[in-house]
């Protein structure tokens, strides 16, 4: 048996800090927030593997590869609309009310994203076998997904 290792026990730490600023509640799964927060999910149970496959944590398999940017394809416009006006919702959320007050920044946010998994899309479909041809792609993804977190998700 190995010891952990200061990097990972920091990890761990980091993870229970971020679960008990979630407070541990979730939102009612038939709500807009539940709805959206479950989609966002699906899309981080492609995107973490991808990533795993391109930065050495799990084995590259370019059909799995494929198959999770096609997930990422077809859920790119499927979290906007469980976005209403907030309305007196008391569910449990991580939407900033920049969502609405800077709407078109928003939507820039969106359609940033939906262009860069287009993009990766598109070079998967020319070279799906070559995990540094898709490193890039992926990477914009991810700053994509960072970008809209930092202005509109506590
Ligand atoms: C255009 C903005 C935007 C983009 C792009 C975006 N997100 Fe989010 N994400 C949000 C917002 C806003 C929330 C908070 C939703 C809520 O709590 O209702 C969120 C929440 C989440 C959550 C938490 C869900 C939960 O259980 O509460 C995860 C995980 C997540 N996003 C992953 C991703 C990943 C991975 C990507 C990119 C592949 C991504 N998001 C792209 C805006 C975005």
Not at 9 to 26: E, F, R, Y
Not at 27 to 32: F, W
Not at 87 to 111: K, T, Y
Request: glycine share 6%; proline share 7%.
């Amino acid at each position: 048996m190995s010891h952990a290792s200061p990097l990972k026990l920091l990890g761990l730490t980091t993870l229970s800090v971020l679960l008990t600023a979630c407070g541990g509640q979730s939102a009612d799964p038939d709500s807009p927030e539940g709805k959206r927060q479950a989609l966002f999910k699906q899309i981080l149970n492609s995107s973490e593997p991808m990533d795993g496959m391109l930065r050495g944590r799990l084995a590259f398999d370019a059909d799995i590869f494929a198959a999770h940017v096609e997930r990422l394809v077809d859920l790119s416009d499927a979290p906007w609309e469980h976005f209403p006006e907030p309305g007196d919702s008391r569910q449990p959320n991580a939407a900033r009310p920049s969502v609405w007050s800077d709407a078109a920044g928003f939507a820039a946010a969106i359609e940033r994203y939906q262009q860069s998994v287009s993009e990766l899309a598109a070079v998967t479909a020319e070279q799906g076998d070559d995990p540094d041809a898709l490193l890039a792609p992926l990477t914009t993804v991810q700053q994509a997904c960072r970008g809209c977190h930092d202005d509109y998700r506590r």
